[in-house]
């Protein structure tokens, strides 16, 4: 093929791979498919023209991949390897696009060398160019896999039709509503001039630019996810499958990268009792397969029914797993699931919410124990790669779930998880007496699971999950609701509470909330690549409480998140503040609204050995404060884990946590991390 030229797409610089042969087989329904033999390039005609909205797909199979071409990518912020591939068709649809996706295999072993992903295209000439981008794993380098003489054995690409969306960033003519992230993302324009929303910093006149959300498979893990329990009635989750069918297309769009699921619904309501739930239907394969190849981590929720043996809610005994039966038959289960999803689904969670009351799902805590611990060897004899998750329990502001897990945090089954998972939040926040005690204490809650589980021999990560705060529309008795712009606020708040805290987290959606779906795609965008960390910075504000957060990123950035803590308001114009950060010099500070999706050049000082932002109005959601290009002065100390700061409420103190439960990142280290 003649004209290798670099092409970009969402602002990323796309290297091209010298394919050496091409050999395929593929039977396609509707299409034809040539195959050049000495050039990259696919002929593809159509017999009618694709369907717009509906992928179809083609799978070719590649040999001999060589010269790899290596470059960074400043999206992902790390080296990455690139092969370029092109595809002509005779007819598509005008708004077509396709993504690929590849996965490798080395030679003579079933272990792939690199990461799997989707890229979009963009069109050039007439064709499609296709970059798609290898991430090496265990940090193989371009000389190792090059130089050294190994090589690709195969490559299976997978080219995807479908309709290319549209960013519309415009608003209504009111300009009070958001773009909606099913218009989602390449259209966007980084560093499109903007109006303005709303004032980041008192007297700062510098104009804003917009803030592009990207897709999921364009970004590294950001430790946010969100869940689906309806893959055989995906009409029963509109939040998740805005069409009523089993499409990843939403999860993506939004940014998320994590992902907690299982083929059997776990609201009893909902359970379709005439599906067996031990295999596994062509369609749920290819949604996770799906999933995977654009970079989702997946938890498969092990969840059982025992659809075989008790055919109907009726019969099954509460508790559950009274019997070595029924425990059977659950480990039977266990070993089917985790060998079917071997190599494509990583965490497997041991139940969800045992801990409810009188329920069908529920189990006492000496049983759950029993559980885990006949259920750990199962999964990692399916899948010695498998990680394990526990806990899972209820609503945690109730005081059964609250005690129930402690009793799994003190119990000899921490060293054998890999993850300790709860359900925190249902609406909970200042505004509503009998949560805000709770809301307030939250922080030091989850300081104690945390220090609980280390002193019982975990090791692993936290994950807080289901968090949402219901609108009137959508309401689920007896939590609150809120206007979705007070939700996508505390949304917001919460997630970065949760990261702050250095605990992962999975927001359970709402449907049709354009403002909070954006916001949340903002975020995620935001978030990609971080790391928690807690960073010297003193807020000067008349103001209480004020909460705060940081984090690093691999380019040597810092984000420092701030805002009210107090009860969210539909309008808020916030409050003025100063933000000191000493012993760190930036030479850049950029303000970024996630909830309205701007970003915004601050007025800033470096003096004293230290960065200074004044008038900066803090609000009842988080602003972001990125610092780039920074330098360090020699008492600058920073420390990873978890940074999360309260100030101005009474019994809170502002500090995060000893310095012993945290690694220290000193400015010594400087150089790995800038």
């Known amino acids: 093929m003649a004209g290798h030229a670099a092409v970009k797409t969402l602002g990323l610089c796309l290297a091209v791979l010298a394919i050496a042969s091409w050999v395929a087989v593929c039977d396609t329904p509707g299409a034809t498919v040539d195959f050049g033999s000495d050039v990259d390039a696919v002929t593809v005609s159509w017999d009618s023209e694709p369907t717009e909205g509906v992928a179809t797909e083609i799978s070719v199979t590649v040999y001999a991949l060589a010269h790899l071409t290596q470059d960074y990518d400043p999206a992902r912020r790390r080296q990455v390897l690139s092969v370029r591939v092109v595809v002509r068709f005779d007819e598509a649809p005008s708004r077509s696009v396709f993504e690929g996706a590849m996965r490798t295999r080395q030679w003579g072993t079933d272990e792939g060398w690199f990461e799997e992903g989707w890229y979009e295209a963009v069109r050039e000439s007439g064709a499609w160019m296709a970059s798609i981008r290898l991430i090496p794993l265990r940090s193989m380098t371009h000389l190792a896999i090059c130089e050294r003489g190994y090589w690709v054995e195969s490559a299976i690409l997978a080219l995807r039709f479908g309709v290319a969306p549209s960013f519309a960033a415009e608003r209504s003519a009111t300009g009070d509503s958001p773009p909606s992230v099913a218009d989602a993302v390449p259209e966007c324009t980084p560093s499109e001039p903007i109006s303005c929303r709303t004032a980041i910093q008192r007297g700062n006149e510098t104009g804003c630019r917009k803030l592009c959300a990207l897709r999921s498979s364009l970004l590294d893990d950001n430790r946010i996810g969100t869940m689906t329990f309806a893959l055989r009635r995906p009409e029963y989750e509109p939040e998740i499958f805005p069409e009523g069918l089993l499409d990843e297309a939403h999860i993506l769009n939004l940014g998320f990268k994590r992902l907690r699921l299982s083929i059997n619904n776990l609201d009893p309501p909902k359970i379709d009792w005439s599906k067996p739930e031990t295999t596994v239907s062509s369609e749920h394969d290819h949604f996770v397969s799906a999933l995977v190849s654009q970079g989702i981590s997946m938890t ?60 069908i799902q529920t189990i006492r805590a000496t049983d759950y124990l029993r559980l885990v611990r006949e259920a750990v060897p199962v999964i990692r004899e399916a899948d010695s790669r498998a990680k394990v998750v526990v806990g899972g329990t209820h609503s945690l502001i109730d005081e059964a779930s609250h005690e129930y897990l402690f009793r799994i945090l003190r119990s000899d089954v921490m060293p054998l998880a890999d993850v300790v998972s709860w359900h925190p939040m249902y609406g909970s926040s200042p505004e509503h007496d009998w949560h805000r005690e709770y809301y307030d204490d939250y922080p030091n809650i989850v300081r104690s699971i945390k220090s609980t589980a280390w002193a019982h021999g975990f090791r692993g990560e936290f994950v807080a999950d289901e968090i949402h705060w219901n609108t009137p529309d959508v309401p689920e008795p007896p939590w609150p609701t809120y206007s979705e712009t007070e939700s996508a606020k505390y949304y917001l708040r919460s997630t970065l509470t949760h990261l702050g805290l250095d605990v992962a987290v999975t927001q359970l959606l709402l449907p049709n909330k354009s403002r909070l779906l954006s916001a949340l795609a903002n975020l995620n965008t935001v978030m990609s690549g971080h790391v928690s960390i807690d960073m010297p910075a003193t807020i000067d504000v008349d103001y209480g409480p004020i909460a705060s957060c940081a984090f690093r990123y691999p380019n040597g950035d810092r984000i420092l998140a701030v805002w009210t803590d107090g009860i969210a308001r539909d309008a808020d114009p916030g409050v003025p503040g100063t933000i000191t950060i000493p012993g760190l010099n930036a030479g850049s500070v950029i303000g970024i609204d996630v909830l309205y999706g701007f970003e915004q050049e601050l007025i800033f000082e470096t003096s004293g050995g230290g960065t200074v932002i004044r008038d900066l109005l803090i609000k009842d959601y988080p602003i972001l404060i990125r610092l780039s290009d920074a330098s360090f002065g020699p008492g600058y100390r920073e420390t990873v884990g978890d940074g999360f700061r309260r100030t101005g409420l009474q019994g809170t103190s502002s500090s995060s946590v000893p310095e012993d439960d945290k690694e220290e990142s000193s400015e010594q280290t400087s150089k790995e991390r800038d």
């Open 300 to 359: 498969y929720n092990l969840t059982f029914w025992d659809k075989e043996d008790a055919g109907g809610a009726a019969s099954l005994p509460s508790p559950r797993f009274q019997g070595d039966d029924e425990l059977e038959r659950y480990l039977d289960f266990v070993r089917r699931i985790v060998d079917h999803f071997k190599g494509r689904i990583s965490f497997y969670e041991v139940w969800n919410e045992p801990s409810i009351p009188d329920n």
